[in-house]
Structures are given as structure tokens and as C-alpha cells.
DNA sequence: GGCCAGGTCAAAG
DNA sequence: CTTTGACATGGC
């Protein structure tokens, strides 16, 4: 598809969309509370489950003294498993973290603010190459943990942002650059977006109603769970 | 009981 | 290059 100039009324619908999330949901604050390694340990436990068993399992890190990257490093894969177990996908996901732990500490001796002192694309490249790491994973840990300004695209992403007309393709790097190149480039903003968008699709899956008026995105009520992936 | 969750990877078509 | 299946637990 040829790039044309971007159409000032697709634009303004990008803003006005963020604008009514935030009136409606309020802002999210997702993540500054929490560590940086907090963030990247729950990006990596993330896919396919739900995101209270991902809190679940996070904790039981912390209560075990391994919530660090050194001691993830170090640990055996059959003791971190025993702990992230309720997080699913038991066979990839501790070997993974292990693995990733292991090439931070490689790489900046496991000091997260010297990994991500790097260009964008550096610390992104970097991501990608570590096994279990696709791009929404690398995104969340550059927008979250390393304050990349990235615009991370997800599933909800994807959906909503069809569903309102917003686009028409589900192919990731195309939905990023539409949101970047209509976007000022600030981290928070970026941050809140992606917050949003997942506490819109977290409600309107509670919803049974399609044509409930308190939908900030008016007539979305029938976003719904539809079709797999 | 069945469906599905803020994906990723490898194997086919 | 696009599509499909496997992965695994727990909650609704």
C-alpha cells in the first residue's frame, strides 16, 4: 500500500480515541510503579495468560528472592518453573527468563539503565534476537521498563482499532507505524495508549450489552471476543 | 466442561 | 510469504 500523505481527519481520531479512553477509564499508570525488572519478568510471562496469574507468579518471585537479575541468572530452571508454574506455557517461559536474565548480565552486567543507554533500534534488535522475545514482548520491555518511546500493539490493539475503522491490516509493524506517525513521540503518552486500549477491551468483555451508552468509543459494546487471534 | 488469555516459534501450504 | 498448530495453567 502506497504511503500517502496522512489524512488530518485519521489523525484527529487517533487523539480524540485516546482522549475519550482517558475521560472514560481514567489514567492507567501502568508499570512506573513497579520495578523496571518487574516489568520485564511480567512481559515475559505475559503471552497467553491471563495477567492475574502473571501477578501471581511475579510474586512468588519476590517471596523467593528471585525478583533479580542476577539471582534469575543464576537460579535453576526446575526452581524458577516450580514458581511461574500457574503462568502456563511451563516448559518455555523460566528457561526463557533464565536465558534473557543471563544475557543482561552479559550485556551490561545485569545493570538495566546501561543495557537500555543505547539507540532504540540497538536495545530493540537486541530483544528480538533472545528466544521467546516477538516484537509486543520486546516493545513492552522498551516502552516499560527501558522508557523507549515505542508504540506497543497487541491483540486489543488490533481489534479496537479495526473495529473503529481505524485500519484495516493486523500486521504489527504496520499498526505501530500508523499510531507513531500520528503521535508526538512522548513516552507517556505512549504508555497511557496502550494502557487504555487493554482496560477498554478488559470492559467491554464484561459488558452484554451491545448497545451500552457509557462505551467511550460509542457502538464498540459489540468489540467483544469474536474470532481467535 | 469448554473456551480463552496483553504471543512466539516452527512447520506447512 | 501467509496460515496453522502447539504450548499449559487457571478462571469464568
Given at each position: ?21 482517558l475521560?472514560?477509564y ?13 516489568a ?5 510471562l ?6 492475574r496469574n502473571?501477578?501471581?507468579a ?22 524458577t ?6 503462568a ?6 523460566p528457561?526463557?527468563?533464565?536465558a ?11 545493570d ?21 522475545i516477538g516484537p509486543e ?7 516499560y ?16 482499532g479495526?473495529?473503529i ?34 482496560a ?23 468489540f ?6
Amino acid at each position: 500500500m502506497r504511503e500517502f500523505a496522512i489524512a488530518a481527519p485519521v489523525t484527529d481520531r487517533v487523539q480524540e480515541t485516546f482522549d475519550r479512553l482517558l475521560a472514560h477509564y481514567g489514567p492507567q499508570g501502568w508499570w512506573p510503579a513497579e520495578t523496571p525488572f518487574e516489568a520485564i519478568v511480567g512481559a515475559l510471562l505475559m503471552s497467553q495468560t491471563a495477567w492475574r496469574n502473571v501477578a501471581t507468579a511475579i510474586r512468588n518471585l519476590k517471596g523467593a528472592g528471585l525478583l533479580e537479575v542476577h539471582a534469575l541468572a543464576a537460579a535453576p530452571v526446575a526452581v524458577t518453573r516450580r514458581h511461574v508454574r500457574i503462568a502456563g506455557l511451563y516448559r518455555t517461559k523460566p528457561a526463557r527468563i533464565k536465558a534473557f536474565c543471563r544475557h543482561l548480565v552479559e550485556e551490561s552486567d545485569g545493570d538495566l539503565a546501561t543495557y537500555f543507554n543505547r539507540p532504540t533500534e540497538v536495545v530493540r534488535a537486541n530483544l528480538l534476537a533472545q528466544d521467546g522475545i516477538g516484537p509486543e514482548t520486546a516493545d513492552s520491555i522498551l516502552l516499560y521498563a527501558g522508557r523507549h518511546p515505542v508504540f506497543v500493539v497487541d491483540a486489543y490493539t488490533i481489534r479496537i482499532g479495526g473495529r473503529i475503522g481505524l485500519f484495516d491490516t493486523a500486521e504489527y509493524g504496520a499498526v505501530q507505524r500508523f499510531f507513531e506517525r500520528r503521535l508526538p513521540r512522548d513516552l507517556a503518552r505512549y504508555q497511557e495508549y496502550h494502557a487504555l486500549l487493554v482496560a477498554h477491551a478488559k470492559a467491554l468483555c464484561r459488558h452484554a450489552d451491545p448497545a451500552c451508552d457509557a462505551c467511550p468509543l460509542q457502538s464498540l459494546c459489540d468489540f467483544g471476543r469474536s474470532r481467535k487471534r
